[in-house]
């Protein structure tokens, strides 16, 4: 059994991020207009948090091991949060595309203008200590992730708006 890793003892900056994060933004989510169903909406939100977890879980446990979350190693509850904490990003994200109804190349731009915005995001992340990067890793190996994550999202929802249409 491998030794737990400490960064840090305390309820701190990270902490407050994760909460601060997740409450406010879930409060936007709950603000904006509705344009998507009850079910939509929830796929949506879903979508961030199962993602943010599946990569967590792939890229930062054993045999790859290249980050840890909040204080320690271990798996804590407020790392569960700090997974909830991606969903509010994922609505907005898809919630926007719709908004200003992106198509043709603008895909691609407002893809890398959100894949910016979620390399912020992880930056401010790792200054207050919600990341802890191992092994080499640095936030320039995210940037695929999140192309491919945000992708895949405009993918689905486009599959779910074509067979909406279809009946």
Known sequence: MEAVTYYDHSFNLNEWFVIISTVGLSIIVWKLPKIFSRLESIAYYLYGVFTGMFFDHTISVAPLDYYDVNDNSSYEFIDFISYIMYGPFSYIFIYFYVKFNING???????????????????????????????????????PIYLFVQTLQVVIYNVIQHKSRRG
């Open 105 to 143: 190349y603008k895909h691609i731009v407002y893809i890398v203008i959100w894949t910016a915005i979620s390399i912020l995001v992880e930056w401010i992340s790792v200054k207050v200590g919600l990341f802890h990067y191992k092994q080499g890793y640095t936030l320039f190996y995210s940037i």
